[in-house]
């Protein structure tokens, strides 16, 4: 079977770290700068699925970036700052498939509370991004515990998506005749109104 990685990096002038979270082994893998061991680790889960917040948009190019030695800071500036979609950037991204599952996708319409959730526990690091310099041993440490936190949130969020799924699947197994597939999409209140 396909294991899940959750993954955040963290992108800064001169520098850049990525932890990545292995759900079936809970094992933690921090790169800083080195696009090498990158590479070992993409070659050895590209058929695995890749799982973050928001790696739809952002850490799914960084990650290529780095893989093509494209200046990850030039790509993080065009999309936080331009606003242009990771594939506008360069078509090489092609030449890297990954599968990914983007958490931030929340699957169930209805879930306010996930929102709700996030907002209050995503940490944002000390460090500035713009810092002119390269980071100091203290600061890449902040940085990687605020990275490893966010990554544990993404899995924690996935985990409660997780049985909100299962929930609504199995009121479609318990009730086929009002429910179907389609129904998935809808709320809990939705369902049992339906129901």
């Not at 699947?169 to 709320?187: A, C």
Request: proline share 2%; glycine share 4%; hydrophobic share 40%.
């Amino acid at each position: 079977g396909r294991r899940m990685i959750f993954y955040d990096f963290e992108v800064f002038k001169f520098d850049w770290l990525v932890v990545f979270i292995d759900t079936d082994s809970r094992e933690k893998t921090v790169v800083i700068n080195d696009p090498d061991h990158l590479h070992k680790i993409y070659e050895s889960h590209k058929k695995d699925i890749w799982c973050g917040f928001n790696i739809n948009h952002y850490d799914q190019y960084i990650f290529k970036a780095i893989l093509l030695e494209i200046d990850p800071f030039y790509v993080s500036n065009k999309i936080v700052k331009e606003h242009l979609d990771g594939w506008q950037i360069t078509n090489k991204f092609r030449q890297f498939p990954m599968i990914n599952y983007d958490v931030f996708l929340s699957r169930d319409k209805g879930l306010k509370l996930l929102e709700g959730f996030m907002g209050s526990n995503i940490k944002e690091t000390d460090v500035d991004f713009e810092i002119d310099r390269k980071l100091t041993e203290e600061e890449l440490q902040e940085t990687i515990k605020y990275c490893t936190h966010d990554v544990e949130e993404a899995i924690k969020v996935f985990l409660y998506q997780i049985n909100e799924f299962n929930a609504a699947m199995g009121l479609i197994k318990k009730f086929p005749e009002v429910l179907s597939l389609k129904d998935l999409s809808k709320t809990k209140a939705q369902m049992s109104a339906k129901i």
